[in-house]
């Protein structure tokens, strides 16, 4: 069984700049002739910076992404990005 999830973190304020993380945790879960064995991880994919005049985001590997692919790719980030 495995299972993953894209959470949002809860934002940080870091010199008037919120940062968001946008999380993806997996939980796997093996059965062995000795027991059960559980393995979990848990990785950034996205970063948020929103300050009073930009909202950025970015990809894990640094490139930059727009708000609507971003949106797009994760739709419960809206109400959120809305917010602040």
Request: net charge positive; glycine share 6%.
């Amino acid at each position: 069984m495995e299972k993953k999830e894209l959470k949002i973190e809860a934002p940080l304020k870091v010199e008037g700049i919120d940062v968001i993380v946008l999380a993806e945790t997996s939980l796997s879960c093996k059965n062995s002739d000795s027991g059960i064995l559980f393995i979990g991880s848990k990785k950034p994919v996205y970063i948020i910076l929103i300050s009073r005049s930009k909202k950025m985001v970015f990809g894990i590997n640094g490139e930059q992404v727009s708000i609507d692919q971003l949106i797009a790719d994760f739709p419960s980030i809206e109400p959120v990005l809305k917010r602040l």
